[in-house]
Protein backbone atom coordinates (compact mmCIF):
# COMPACT_ATOMS: atom_id res chain seq x y z
CA UNK A 1 0.00 0.00 0.00
CA UNK A 2 3.02 2.20 0.72
CA UNK A 3 4.74 1.71 -2.53
CA UNK A 4 1.24 2.11 -4.48
CA UNK A 5 0.58 5.52 -2.13
CA UNK A 6 3.93 6.28 -3.08
CA UNK A 7 3.69 6.25 -6.94
CA UNK A 8 0.15 7.84 -7.21
CA UNK A 9 1.69 10.66 -5.45
CA UNK A 10 4.62 10.75 -8.22
CA UNK A 11 1.80 10.53 -10.85
CA UNK A 12 0.09 13.21 -9.39
CA UNK A 13 2.77 15.71 -8.84
CA UNK A 14 3.82 14.98 -12.24
CA UNK A 15 0.14 15.51 -13.68
CA UNK A 16 -0.01 18.60 -11.49
CA UNK A 17 3.16 19.52 -13.34
CA UNK A 18 2.49 18.97 -16.59
CA UNK A 19 -0.67 21.06 -16.19
CA UNK A 20 1.24 24.31 -14.67
CA UNK A 21 3.50 23.65 -17.22
CA UNK A 22 0.74 23.88 -19.96
CA UNK A 23 -0.84 26.80 -18.06
CA UNK A 24 2.50 28.71 -18.42
CA UNK A 25 3.31 28.27 -21.88
CA UNK A 26 -0.36 29.38 -22.99
CA UNK A 27 0.53 33.04 -20.59
CA UNK A 28 3.48 32.93 -22.28
CA UNK A 29 2.59 33.18 -26.18
CA UNK A 30 3.07 36.54 -27.89
CA UNK A 31 0.61 38.91 -27.16
CA UNK A 32 -0.11 42.35 -27.67
CA UNK A 33 -1.99 44.26 -25.44
CA UNK A 34 -3.48 46.65 -28.01
CA UNK A 35 -6.92 46.46 -27.60
CA UNK A 36 -9.51 48.28 -29.89
CA UNK A 37 -12.17 50.31 -28.49
CA UNK A 38 -15.12 52.05 -30.20
CA UNK A 39 -16.04 55.63 -29.88
CA UNK A 40 -18.59 58.17 -31.22
CA UNK A 41 -19.95 57.99 -34.99
CA UNK A 42 -22.23 59.72 -37.29
CA UNK A 43 -23.93 58.95 -40.30
CA UNK A 44 -25.12 61.34 -43.05
CA UNK A 45 -27.51 60.35 -45.91
CA UNK A 46 -28.82 62.28 -48.73
CA UNK A 47 -29.70 61.78 -52.65
CA UNK A 48 -25.71 62.33 -53.36
CA UNK A 49 -23.84 60.26 -50.65
CA UNK A 50 -23.83 58.43 -47.72
CA UNK A 51 -20.63 59.45 -44.82
CA UNK A 52 -19.75 57.91 -42.34
CA UNK A 53 -17.55 59.60 -39.56
CA UNK A 54 -16.50 57.86 -36.62
CA UNK A 55 -13.99 57.60 -34.37
CA UNK A 56 -11.80 54.51 -32.73
CA UNK A 57 -9.38 53.96 -30.47
CA UNK A 58 -6.67 51.86 -29.61
CA UNK A 59 -5.87 51.52 -25.60
CA UNK A 60 -2.18 50.14 -24.90
CA UNK A 61 -3.90 47.51 -21.94
CA UNK A 62 -0.39 46.65 -20.31
CA UNK A 63 0.72 48.31 -17.09
CA UNK A 64 4.30 48.90 -17.89
CA UNK A 65 5.37 48.57 -21.40
CA UNK A 66 5.69 51.17 -24.16
CA UNK A 67 3.70 49.52 -27.09
CA UNK A 68 4.37 51.37 -30.94
CA UNK A 69 1.45 51.95 -33.06
CA UNK A 70 3.19 51.58 -36.85
CA UNK A 71 0.64 50.59 -39.07
CA UNK A 72 -3.49 51.03 -39.12
CA UNK A 73 -6.29 51.14 -41.82
CA UNK A 74 -9.34 50.02 -42.33
CA UNK A 75 -11.21 47.90 -44.75
CA UNK A 76 -15.25 48.34 -45.44
CA UNK A 77 -17.76 45.44 -46.92
CA UNK A 78 -21.26 46.90 -48.16
CA UNK A 79 -24.03 44.79 -47.09
CA UNK A 80 -26.67 45.17 -49.61
CA UNK A 81 -29.91 43.68 -50.91
CA UNK A 82 -28.72 44.38 -54.56
CA UNK A 83 -25.25 44.26 -56.11
CA UNK A 84 -23.26 47.15 -55.03
CA UNK A 85 -20.90 47.21 -58.24
CA UNK A 86 -22.56 51.14 -58.54
CA UNK A 87 -21.37 52.07 -55.33
CA UNK A 88 -17.83 54.35 -54.83
CA UNK A 89 -16.02 54.14 -51.56
CA UNK A 90 -13.48 55.84 -50.61
CA UNK A 91 -12.17 55.87 -47.34
CA UNK A 92 -9.60 57.83 -45.22
CA UNK A 93 -8.20 57.18 -41.84
CA UNK A 94 -5.50 59.35 -39.70
CA UNK A 95 -4.97 59.81 -35.95
CA UNK A 96 -7.23 61.83 -33.68
CA UNK A 97 -4.75 62.29 -31.33
CA UNK A 98 -3.64 65.99 -29.98
CA UNK A 99 0.31 64.96 -30.18
CA UNK A 100 0.20 63.52 -33.56
CA UNK A 101 -0.80 65.75 -36.25
CA UNK A 102 -2.10 63.86 -39.37
CA UNK A 103 -0.62 63.85 -42.84
CA UNK A 104 -2.28 64.77 -45.98
CA UNK A 105 -0.96 61.70 -47.79
CA UNK A 106 -2.84 59.16 -45.35
CA UNK A 107 0.48 57.74 -44.19
CA UNK A 108 0.18 56.79 -40.94
CA UNK A 109 3.27 58.08 -38.64
CA UNK A 110 4.54 55.48 -36.06
CA UNK A 111 3.28 56.43 -32.52
CA UNK A 112 4.34 55.27 -28.76
CA UNK A 113 1.33 54.17 -26.65
CA UNK A 114 2.27 54.68 -23.11
CA UNK A 115 0.92 51.70 -20.62
CA UNK A 116 -2.53 52.32 -20.15
CA UNK A 117 -2.54 54.61 -22.79
CA UNK A 118 -5.12 55.20 -25.60
CA UNK A 119 -4.48 56.06 -29.44
CA UNK A 120 -7.77 57.51 -31.19
CA UNK A 121 -8.06 57.50 -34.99
CA UNK A 122 -10.50 58.88 -37.09
CA UNK A 123 -11.95 56.96 -39.99
CA UNK A 124 -14.38 59.00 -42.72
CA UNK A 125 -16.04 56.85 -45.47
CA UNK A 126 -17.85 58.52 -48.15
CA UNK A 127 -20.50 56.44 -50.53
CA UNK A 128 -21.50 57.87 -53.76
CA UNK A 129 -23.22 56.18 -56.72
CA UNK A 130 -26.28 54.19 -57.94
CA UNK A 131 -27.59 51.70 -55.34
CA UNK A 132 -27.31 53.46 -51.82
CA UNK A 133 -30.76 53.39 -51.02
CA UNK A 134 -30.20 49.29 -51.14
CA UNK A 135 -27.71 49.36 -48.05
CA UNK A 136 -28.39 48.14 -45.51
CA UNK A 137 -25.06 47.97 -43.14
CA UNK A 138 -21.33 48.21 -43.44
CA UNK A 139 -19.19 45.85 -42.04
CA UNK A 140 -15.54 47.71 -41.27
CA UNK A 141 -12.89 45.44 -40.40
CA UNK A 142 -9.64 47.09 -38.67
CA UNK A 143 -6.02 46.11 -38.78
CA UNK A 144 -3.37 47.38 -37.03
CA UNK A 145 -0.11 46.49 -36.27
CA UNK A 146 1.72 46.34 -32.82
CA UNK A 147 5.58 46.74 -32.13
CA UNK A 148 7.00 45.97 -28.96
CA UNK A 149 8.44 43.53 -26.69
CA UNK A 150 6.45 40.71 -28.17
CA UNK A 151 7.96 41.90 -31.55
CA UNK A 152 5.58 42.75 -34.86
CA UNK A 153 1.97 41.49 -33.88
CA UNK A 154 -0.64 42.21 -36.68
CA UNK A 155 -4.31 42.71 -34.72
CA UNK A 156 -7.73 42.84 -36.48
CA UNK A 157 -11.21 43.25 -34.77
CA UNK A 158 -14.24 43.67 -37.43
CA UNK A 159 -17.68 45.78 -36.23
CA UNK A 160 -20.86 46.80 -37.79
CA UNK A 161 -21.86 50.09 -39.10
CA UNK A 162 -26.40 49.83 -39.31
CA UNK A 163 -27.58 52.26 -42.65
CA UNK A 164 -31.02 50.84 -42.68
CA UNK A 165 -33.51 50.31 -39.73
CA UNK A 166 -36.65 48.54 -40.33
CA UNK A 167 -39.95 50.47 -39.85
CA UNK A 168 -42.50 49.79 -37.11
CA UNK A 169 -44.86 47.86 -37.75
CA UNK A 170 -48.52 48.55 -36.52
CA UNK A 171 -50.42 45.57 -36.69
CA UNK A 172 -47.41 43.28 -35.29
CA UNK A 173 -47.66 39.75 -35.65
CA UNK A 174 -48.16 37.96 -32.71
CA UNK A 175 -48.33 34.19 -32.65
CA UNK A 176 -50.30 31.75 -30.67
CA UNK A 177 -48.15 29.86 -28.24
CA UNK A 178 -49.21 27.26 -25.17
CA UNK A 179 -50.87 29.75 -22.71
CA UNK A 180 -49.56 32.78 -24.43
CA UNK A 181 -48.29 34.44 -26.83
CA UNK A 182 -45.19 35.60 -28.57
CA UNK A 183 -43.99 38.37 -30.63
CA UNK A 184 -40.66 38.30 -32.68
CA UNK A 185 -39.23 41.50 -33.57
CA UNK A 186 -36.88 42.22 -36.00
CA UNK A 187 -33.99 44.98 -35.81
CA UNK A 188 -31.49 46.30 -37.73
CA UNK A 189 -28.25 44.33 -37.96
CA UNK A 190 -26.87 44.56 -34.38
CA UNK A 191 -23.40 45.15 -33.45
CA UNK A 192 -20.88 46.51 -31.56
CA UNK A 193 -22.10 50.66 -31.74
CA UNK A 194 -25.42 49.45 -30.37
CA UNK A 195 -26.35 49.71 -26.50
CA UNK A 196 -28.84 46.72 -25.37
CA UNK A 197 -31.16 49.65 -23.87
CA UNK A 198 -31.50 51.31 -26.75
CA UNK A 199 -32.45 48.46 -28.76
CA UNK A 200 -35.13 47.45 -26.40
CA UNK A 201 -36.70 50.80 -25.99
CA UNK A 202 -36.77 51.26 -29.61
CA UNK A 203 -37.75 47.96 -30.74
CA UNK A 204 -39.89 46.45 -27.84
CA UNK A 205 -41.14 48.81 -25.84
CA UNK A 206 -44.08 50.16 -28.15
CA UNK A 207 -45.61 46.82 -27.89
CA UNK A 208 -44.84 46.14 -24.31
CA UNK A 209 -48.16 45.93 -21.81
CA UNK A 210 -48.38 44.83 -18.15
CA UNK A 211 -47.62 40.92 -17.57
CA UNK A 212 -45.00 41.00 -21.05
CA UNK A 213 -41.68 39.63 -20.74
CA UNK A 214 -38.63 40.31 -22.93
CA UNK A 215 -36.60 37.51 -24.25
CA UNK A 216 -33.18 38.56 -25.41
CA UNK A 217 -30.90 36.09 -27.57
CA UNK A 218 -27.54 35.70 -25.91
CA UNK A 219 -25.78 35.59 -29.10
CA UNK A 220 -27.05 39.33 -30.27
CA UNK A 221 -26.06 40.58 -26.81
CA UNK A 222 -23.05 39.35 -26.84
CA UNK A 223 -22.44 41.01 -30.30
CA UNK A 224 -23.27 44.31 -29.04
CA UNK A 225 -20.68 43.84 -26.60
CA UNK A 226 -17.77 43.42 -28.89
CA UNK A 227 -17.58 39.59 -27.56
CA UNK A 228 -16.41 38.15 -30.63
CA UNK A 229 -13.07 37.55 -32.68
CA UNK A 230 -12.59 37.33 -35.98
CA UNK A 231 -11.87 33.69 -37.38
CA UNK A 232 -8.54 34.10 -39.28
CA UNK A 233 -7.27 36.07 -35.97
CA UNK A 234 -7.49 32.95 -33.75
CA UNK A 235 -4.29 31.03 -33.75
CA UNK A 236 -4.91 27.06 -32.63
CA UNK A 237 -2.29 25.78 -30.13
CA UNK A 238 -1.42 21.57 -30.66
CA UNK A 239 -3.93 21.15 -27.56
CA UNK A 240 -6.64 22.00 -29.62
CA UNK A 241 -6.11 20.71 -32.91
CA UNK A 242 -5.86 16.96 -30.89
CA UNK A 243 -8.75 17.66 -28.32
CA UNK A 244 -11.11 18.98 -31.05
CA UNK A 245 -11.65 15.54 -32.57
CA UNK A 246 -13.93 14.27 -30.34
CA UNK A 247 -16.61 16.81 -30.55
CA UNK A 248 -20.06 16.35 -31.97
CA UNK A 249 -19.08 17.57 -35.86
CA UNK A 250 -21.72 20.30 -35.67
CA UNK A 251 -20.38 21.14 -32.17
CA UNK A 252 -18.67 24.81 -32.35
CA UNK A 253 -15.78 23.16 -30.47
CA UNK A 254 -15.23 20.53 -33.16
CA UNK A 255 -12.71 23.09 -34.88
CA UNK A 256 -9.55 23.80 -33.53
CA UNK A 257 -9.85 27.73 -33.78
CA UNK A 258 -13.24 27.26 -31.62
CA UNK A 259 -12.10 25.09 -28.86
CA UNK A 260 -8.61 27.54 -29.34
CA UNK A 261 -11.45 30.63 -28.28
CA UNK A 262 -12.34 28.55 -25.38
CA UNK A 263 -8.86 27.73 -24.70
CA UNK A 264 -7.96 31.47 -24.15
CA UNK A 265 -11.33 32.19 -22.08
CA UNK A 266 -10.82 29.73 -19.56
CA UNK A 267 -7.06 28.61 -19.75
CA UNK A 268 -5.54 25.48 -21.43
CA UNK A 269 -5.20 23.56 -18.20
CA UNK A 270 -8.96 23.47 -17.10
CA UNK A 271 -9.84 22.40 -20.74
CA UNK A 272 -8.03 19.56 -20.61
CA UNK A 273 -9.27 18.63 -17.24
CA UNK A 274 -12.30 19.06 -18.33
CA UNK A 275 -12.10 17.18 -21.57
CA UNK A 276 -10.29 14.37 -19.66
CA UNK A 277 -13.44 14.35 -16.86
CA UNK A 278 -15.80 14.60 -20.28
CA UNK A 279 -14.35 11.48 -21.75
CA UNK A 280 -14.80 9.82 -18.14
CA UNK A 281 -18.36 10.29 -17.81
CA UNK A 282 -19.20 9.59 -20.95
CA UNK A 283 -17.60 6.02 -20.60
CA UNK A 284 -19.74 5.81 -17.54
CA UNK A 285 -22.52 6.64 -19.72
CA UNK A 286 -22.99 10.39 -18.58
CA UNK A 287 -23.43 13.09 -21.00
CA UNK A 288 -22.22 16.37 -21.17
CA UNK A 289 -19.68 16.52 -18.26
CA UNK A 290 -17.32 18.32 -20.62
CA UNK A 291 -19.67 21.58 -20.78
CA UNK A 292 -20.62 21.05 -17.14
CA UNK A 293 -16.55 20.93 -16.14
CA UNK A 294 -15.26 23.44 -18.72
CA UNK A 295 -17.61 26.10 -17.65
CA UNK A 296 -20.86 28.17 -18.94
CA UNK A 297 -18.93 29.61 -22.13
CA UNK A 298 -18.17 26.11 -23.73
CA UNK A 299 -21.88 25.66 -24.54
CA UNK A 300 -22.33 29.61 -25.60
CA UNK A 301 -19.43 29.84 -28.33
CA UNK A 302 -20.82 29.92 -31.44
CA UNK A 303 -18.35 29.10 -34.09
CA UNK A 304 -17.75 30.37 -37.79
CA UNK A 305 -21.43 29.95 -39.91
CA UNK A 306 -23.00 30.06 -36.56
CA UNK A 307 -24.70 33.20 -36.97
CA UNK A 308 -25.54 35.70 -39.93
CA UNK A 309 -23.59 37.71 -41.77
CA UNK A 310 -21.12 39.10 -41.18
CA UNK A 311 -20.56 37.65 -37.95
CA UNK A 312 -20.56 34.37 -39.98
CA UNK A 313 -16.82 34.75 -40.16
CA UNK A 314 -16.47 35.26 -36.36
CA UNK A 315 -16.49 33.10 -33.61
CA UNK A 316 -19.13 34.71 -31.14
CA UNK A 317 -18.34 34.24 -27.84
CA UNK A 318 -21.13 34.11 -24.98
CA UNK A 319 -22.40 37.63 -23.35
CA UNK A 320 -20.46 38.95 -20.09
CA UNK A 321 -22.24 39.64 -17.19
CA UNK A 322 -25.53 38.41 -17.78
CA UNK A 323 -27.34 38.42 -14.88
CA UNK A 324 -26.48 41.77 -14.32
CA UNK A 325 -27.56 42.94 -18.01
CA UNK A 326 -31.34 41.12 -17.97
CA UNK A 327 -31.61 42.94 -14.01
CA UNK A 328 -30.48 46.53 -15.67
CA UNK A 329 -32.70 46.18 -18.91
CA UNK A 330 -35.75 45.13 -16.64
CA UNK A 331 -35.16 48.11 -14.46
CA UNK A 332 -34.46 50.33 -17.14
CA UNK A 333 -37.90 49.30 -19.17
CA UNK A 334 -40.32 48.65 -15.94
CA UNK A 335 -40.66 44.76 -17.75
CA UNK A 336 -39.30 41.32 -16.94
CA UNK A 337 -35.78 40.60 -19.02
CA UNK A 338 -34.72 36.72 -20.03
CA UNK A 339 -31.33 36.00 -21.50
CA UNK A 340 -31.73 32.74 -23.64
CA UNK A 341 -30.18 30.53 -25.67
CA UNK A 342 -32.30 28.74 -28.63
CA UNK A 343 -32.24 26.16 -31.38
CA UNK A 344 -34.93 24.84 -33.34
CA UNK A 345 -33.74 21.42 -31.94
CA UNK A 346 -36.38 22.55 -29.10
CA UNK A 347 -33.69 23.34 -26.87
CA UNK A 348 -34.39 26.16 -24.74
CA UNK A 349 -31.32 27.64 -22.11
CA UNK A 350 -32.42 30.55 -19.75
CA UNK A 351 -29.28 32.62 -19.26
CA UNK A 352 -29.66 35.02 -16.98
CA UNK A 353 -33.15 36.35 -16.14
CA UNK A 354 -34.47 39.60 -14.16
CA UNK A 355 -36.94 39.23 -11.94
CA UNK A 356 -40.75 37.98 -12.50
CA UNK A 357 -39.30 36.18 -15.25
CA UNK A 358 -40.87 32.20 -14.68
CA UNK A 359 -38.76 30.22 -16.76
CA UNK A 360 -41.21 27.58 -17.20
CA UNK A 361 -43.30 30.28 -19.25
CA UNK A 362 -40.23 31.39 -20.88
CA UNK A 363 -39.78 27.09 -21.93
CA UNK A 364 -43.23 27.14 -23.17
CA UNK A 365 -43.34 29.84 -25.18
CA UNK A 366 -39.37 29.84 -26.46
CA UNK A 367 -39.38 25.41 -27.42
CA UNK A 368 -40.74 26.03 -31.08
CA UNK A 369 -37.97 28.86 -31.77
CA UNK A 370 -40.53 31.48 -33.07
CA UNK A 371 -37.30 33.59 -33.59
CA UNK A 372 -35.48 31.13 -35.46
CA UNK A 373 -31.89 30.79 -36.80
CA UNK A 374 -31.11 31.80 -40.07
CA UNK A 375 -31.72 34.96 -41.30
CA UNK A 376 -35.12 36.28 -39.66
CA UNK A 377 -33.37 38.77 -37.85
CA UNK A 378 -35.27 38.92 -34.93
CA UNK A 379 -33.28 39.03 -31.86
CA UNK A 380 -36.21 40.01 -29.35
CA UNK A 381 -39.29 38.41 -28.52
CA UNK A 382 -41.78 39.40 -26.29
CA UNK A 383 -43.96 36.55 -24.58
CA UNK A 384 -47.74 37.75 -23.51
CA UNK A 385 -49.17 35.07 -20.82
CA UNK A 386 -52.30 34.26 -21.83
CA UNK A 387 -55.27 35.54 -19.70
CA UNK A 388 -56.15 31.22 -19.00
CA UNK A 389 -52.56 30.72 -17.94
CA UNK A 390 -52.28 33.72 -15.47
CA UNK A 391 -55.31 32.24 -14.11
CA UNK A 392 -53.83 28.71 -13.19
CA UNK A 393 -52.86 27.96 -9.33
Given amino acids: MSDLGGWMLVLGGVAIGLLALLELDHRLRPASPLRLETGPWRLHVDEQQVRVQMQVKLVNTHARKDVMLTRLRAEPTLLATQAVDGINVKIRVGPDHPDVEPRPDGYWPVSILKPRQPMAARVDLVLTGVGLGSLQALWLEVGWLAYGPFGHLQQRHGLVIPMARP ?3 PQPAWRQG ?20 QVLRRYAEPHLQPGDVVALAETPLAVMQGRYRLGTTVEPSCLARQLCRVFHPHSSLATACGLQALIDLTGPARVLCAWLGGVLLRLLGIRGGFYRLAGEQARLIDDLTGTIPPYDRTIVLGPEESQAMATQLAQAVGHPVVVVDVNDLGRVKVIATSSGVDPALVHQALVANPAGNANEGTPLVIIRPSPVAEARP
Wanted: aromatic share 4%; glycine share 8%.
Fill in 178 to 197: SGCQVLPLATHLLGWLDDPL
Fill in 167 to 169: TAN
